[in-house]
């Protein structure tokens, strides 16, 4: 595998259920970061991973819990989600977000997530 | 405040024609980078190019070109010799090169580029 990878790529859920989306980057990055892109809207910055510390945490709703195990690796923990989530979720990873933020960012083919 | 703007939400071409896709940012910072993805269908963003504050040089890479202008905020895209396989989103994002930026990278709304057969 190279660049980024994302699994799930669709994923339908109930507003009770509990998922998780899986990321993974392959290109040796220490930075990695979450992005919700929604019908008609710019894409919005979740989170910010930073050798595996979060540094950047936009407003989030709590129903969205992101986990950053090692710096090849992230996840989006999901529980009881809105309609209004149902999104375009990509990843992305860069070298670095703090000593290099304006490093360019490489991102995954994205989850596709419906909510109903 | 920091923001991206492309005012052309859809464009629709024939293939072979050139097309320019427009993009101006505003910010307050000296030290700036300014960035174009792609976004086929498939839906993965493919970055394109990265170019920073001070570097006003154009640059062409094969049927793309980038047209760099500080002086009216702008860093406009053109396709020469559109092919089918260039239809997609392509977004604009300008990222400031500040002490507390994490990695942020503020995105325009897209252009929606169709090139017909």
């Known amino acids: 595998e190279t660049g980024v990878t994302q699994t799930p790529r669709h994923l339908v859920m109930g507003m009770t259920n509990k998922k998780s989306l899986k990321c993974e980057q392959h290109l040796g990055h220490n930075a990695m970061y979450w992005y919700k892109q929604s019908a008609k809207k710019p894409l919005e910055l979740m989170f910010v991973y930073s050798l595996e510390e979060r540094v950047e945490n936009n407003s989030v709703p709590s129903r969205f819990s992101p986990e950053c195990p090692n710096s090849s690796h992230l996840f989006l923990h999901l529980h009881t989600l809105q309609p209004e989530d149902s999104a375009l979720y990509l990843c992305?990873?860069?070298?670095?977000?703090?000593?290099?933020?304006?490093?360019?960012?490489?991102f995954g083919p994205g989850t596709r997530l419906t909510v109903l | 405040a920091q923001k991206v703007t492309q005012a052309q939400t859809e464009i629709s071409v024939v293939e072979k024609e050139d097309v320019t896709l427009d993009c101006v940012y505003e910010?307050?910072?000296?030290?700036?980078?300014l960035f174009w993805y792609k976004q086929p269908p498939s839906g993965e963003l493919v970055f394109l190019i990265r170019r920073n504050s001070f570097d006003e040089q154009n640059e062409i890479s094969g049927r793309y070109s980038w047209n760099f202008q500080k002086s009216t905020s702008s860093f406009n895209f053109t396709i020469t010799a559109s092919q089918v396989v260039d239809s997609a989103v392509y977004f604009c994002?300008?990222?400031?090169?500040?002490?507390?930026?994490?990695?942020?990278?503020?995105f325009g709304q897209g252009t929606t580029l169709q090139v017909k057969p």
């Open positions: 992305a990873s860069s070298q670095d977000a703090v000593t290099r933020s304006t490093d360019t960012q490489y």
């Open positions: 994002a300008l990222s400031e090169h500040y002490s507390s930026n994490t990695g942020k990278l503020i």
């Open positions: 910010t307050r910072d000296t030290t700036y980078y």
